[in-house]
């Protein structure tokens, strides 16, 4: 047993039953809860009335002359017009106002854009699952971020299909990575100024990466943005290259320019919206690493000449019409080149082969 609580032989206070009595009588504090509530409501309504009574008046509970402090929200500086260094994509932010990707039309353009992009291109899908269709998907966004981040959803997804209208055209890489990253062994001068120029070096911001990723998987599944037609070049609206007047302007949409090829080099039956596969590293190439071949930088403007030169020199026949012959293997050019894809040997409409001249005849009567 604990000292404090030990039994004591010393005599208790006189007065000890006089408090005792007062505490079993109550302090009072039991009888007055129920005044307490009547008090709590007189308090609220000489609060309340006022309120009903006056309501044009009634400011609540200020203190004084004090006001909310609102801050100011300050755009960040690549939001900013000119914040942004040379190459970089961030030139303004425009709402989406675009209508959904299952409806193409014109409504998701700026109010001054126009087009001239007919036909459209068709769907290139890359369905394959694995490291090419994760490399491709990490090319386009990359492309798509750097080149367009701050763009609408039109400008987007106009980046996007130039991208792959350049897959579709024999005149470049036909792998996505391989478009992408053309000429970025180059310190200056590559396809897409964003391999060669330093912005690389800058990290992506995980909001607009991931817009640009949203674009770019449905650019491979298939989407098409009817108005960039068969554009394979654009520019800012800032500059102006020594091509621009020599291709065909397709239209301004967002903050680029696009233009296609004219002639024989920009027509529909040119490009072949088929995916082989076979990408690349997702990279830019080593520097001082240039490659020959179509890995060099094309001249769009050569390009563009070399198909009018092919299709007005091309050997004629009766009945077929002039065209611009792809480009073979050296293996493929020994064994006869364009020759082995036309159809010399089919029949003529004037005419049956005299293999098939029996066809459909009775080889014996029957019964005879």
Excluded at 29 to 46: D, E, F, K, S, T
Excluded at 152 to 174: F, I, K, M, S, T
Aim: proline share 9%; net charge neutral; glycine share 10%.
């Amino acid at each position: 047993m604990r000292p404090e609580t030990a039994p004591t032989d010393e005599a208790m206070p006189r007065d000890a039953s006089v408090r005792m009595a007062q505490r079993a009588r109550g302090n009072g504090i039991g009888r007055q809860r129920p005044h307490m509530g009547r008090r709590a409501l007189v308090l609220l309504g000489a609060v309340a009335i006022p309120a009903f009574a006056a309501p044009d008046e009634w400011h609540g509970f200020e203190i004084g002359d004090a006001v909310r402090n609102e801050t100011p929200v300050e755009p960040m500086p690549f939001e900013k017009a000119g914040s942004s260094f040379p190459g970089s994509a961030f030139y303004y932010l425009a709402p989406d106002d675009a209508e959904p990707a299952a409806k193409a039309d014109w409504s998701d353009l700026a109010p001054d854009a126009h087009s001239d992009a007919s036909p459209a291109a068709r769907a290139l899908r890359i369905d394959n699952s694995g490291i090419d269709r994760s490399r491709a998907l990490q090319c386009l966004t990359a492309a798509i971020y750097y080149e367009a981040a701050s763009e609408p959803d039109a400008g987007q997804r106009a980046v996007a299909q130039v991208v792959l209208n350049r897959v579709a055209h024999p005149a470049y890489p036909n792998t996505v990575c391989g478009v992408v990253y053309q000429g970025s062994e180059r310190s200056t001068g590559c396809q897409f100024s964003f391999t060669c120029d330093g912005s690389l070096a800058r990290k992506p911001n995980t909001l607009f990466w991931d817009r640009a990723r949203n674009v770019a998987m449905a650019a491979l599944a298939g989407y098409v943005y009817a108005p960039a037609g068969l554009a394979t070049h654009y520019h800012t609206i800032q500059i102006h290259p020594y091509w621009a007047d020599k291709l065909r302007y397709l239209g301004t949409i967002g903050a680029h320019r696009f233009y296609g090829f004219g002639g024989k080099a920009g027509q529909p039956g040119t490009f072949r919206f088929a995916y082989l596969g076979g990408e690349p590293d997702a990279a830019p190439h080593p520097r001082g690493a240039e490659a020959p071949g179509k890995d060099s930088l094309p001249d769009p403007v050569a390009i563009q000449n070399t198909y009018a030169t092919a299709a007005t020199t091309a050997p004629a026949s009766a009945g077929t019409p002039h065209y611009a012959a792809p480009a073979y293997t050296q293996e493929l050019e020994q064994r006869g080149g364009d020759a082995l894809y036309r159809g010399n040997r089919l029949p003529t409409a004037t005419g049956i082969r005299p293999e098939y001249q029996n066809s459909g005849r009775w080889i014996s009567r029957p019964g005879t």
